[in-house]
């Protein structure tokens, strides 16, 4: 589940300690290209405030409509109901659908919403969540679900799942981790930074990322480094950096990166495997990190970074595209007499 989708959620608690009543819209099937995938969610507040996405803005026009037109008439309904968008090329057009798409929404009218608070917590526990909507009665159940575990709907319950926020754990508060942290923060990640340097500490308190006491190694051992957390060692510093690195390629994160050129990489990789590393563990890290780009300056080899991270993150292979090169007309050649 996009962290996106957690604020959604977030909003949704919010909204109902005040007072609102709230709708929640979570799409659950989708034909031909649509805008939002499904598991995406929008929230709907009575007095018409939105948060979240279900399309590209129009069909949150259509509900934002349908909800205020409707709002004094509708009793408060723990039932849900299924709504539907682009059944024909006319609707697909009108609410901007892509080569003819398809959506279908379960709208749910939020009333016991102790489930939300739970579902929160599990999740800044960093649990993978599953919930159960009944669509005849509205009932919710929650439950721990596995990291291949999708959306699913049978016609009459709806299972979607929900994920803790990505995180991205920096070695090193250096001026690169400036550029990588800010970027990371844009793509919805949770920043953590270890560097037990002292000097390097100053101006962290408004970047929004949380520092982690200790080494470098007991720091990514406390954080507990799970399949949604990325860690990347930039102090150029092999005592600090390999510190990290052991600690890392034994744990879950689904990326591990160092800093380097590929003959420090090559070295580093050598005195991990003095170090007790299995070949296994070692073809893990990352090094150069990065995607070609020809970056040379900190804010282009942050981004070099982030879209590798990216782009494993969502089961890309990441490849050079080939530079585009313009046909050049035919030359027809005439025989000279």
């Known amino acids: 589940m996009d962290s996106v989708d957690l604020n959604v959620l977030k909003s949704v608690r919010q909204w109902r300690l005040e007072g609102h009543r709230v709708w929640l819209y979570t799409v659950i099937q989708t034909w031909g290209s649509a805008p939002r995938p499904p598991g995406a969610m929008l929230a709907l ?23 205020q037109a409707q709002s004094a008439e509708m009793s ?30 379960t709208e749910e009218q939020v009333v016991e919403d102790a489930w939300v608070d739970d579902l929160l917590a599990r999740c800044n526990n960093h649990e993978i969540v599953f919930r159960e909507v009944a669509l005849a009665s509205g009932q919710v159940t929650l439950g721990t679900a596995n990291r291949d575990d999708v959306l699913n709907f049978d016609g009459h319950t709806l299972r979607a799942i929900y994920g803790p926020r990505w995180r991205l754990f920096l070695i090193g ?49 406390s954080i507990v480094p799970d399949a949604r957390t990325a860690i990347v060692a ?64 900190p804010p282009e080899i942050a981004l070099s970074l982030m879209a590798e991270i990216v782009s494993i993150k969502n089961g890309v292979l990441a490849v050079q595209k080939k530079p585009f090169v313009q046909a050049q007309p035919a030359v027809q050649v005439e025989a000279v007499m």
């Open 45 to 67: 507040r009575d007095d018409g405030v939105v948060t979240g996405s279900v399309s590209g803005g129009c069909i949150e026009d259509d509900l934002i409509s349908r909800v």
């Open 76 to 105: 408060t309904s723990e039932r849900v109901q299924l709504v539907t968008y682009g059944v024909t090329k006319d609707e697909a057009a009108r609410f901007g659908l892509p080569c003819g798409g398809t959506l279908r929404l």
């Open 173 to 221: 508060a250096g001026q690169l981790s400036r550029y990588v942290a800010s970027m990371a923060r844009m793509l919805d990640f949770e920043v953590l930074i270890c560097d037990p340097r002292e000097e390097f500490a100053f101006g962290w308190e408004e970047e929004g990322a949380r520092f982690v006491p200790g080494m470098p190694d007991d720091a990514v051992e």
């Open 234 to 297: 930039l102090t150029h510093d092999p005592r600090l950096d390999d510190m990290a690195l052991l600690t890392a390629l034994k744990s879950d994160a689904f990326y591990i990166g160092a800093l380097g050129s590929r003959v420090n990489t090559l070295k580093r990789r050598e005195n991990l495997a003095l170090l007790g590393l299995s070949d296994d563990e070692i073809s893990r890290l990352h090094g150069p990190i990065g995607l070609h780009i020809g970056s040379h300056t």
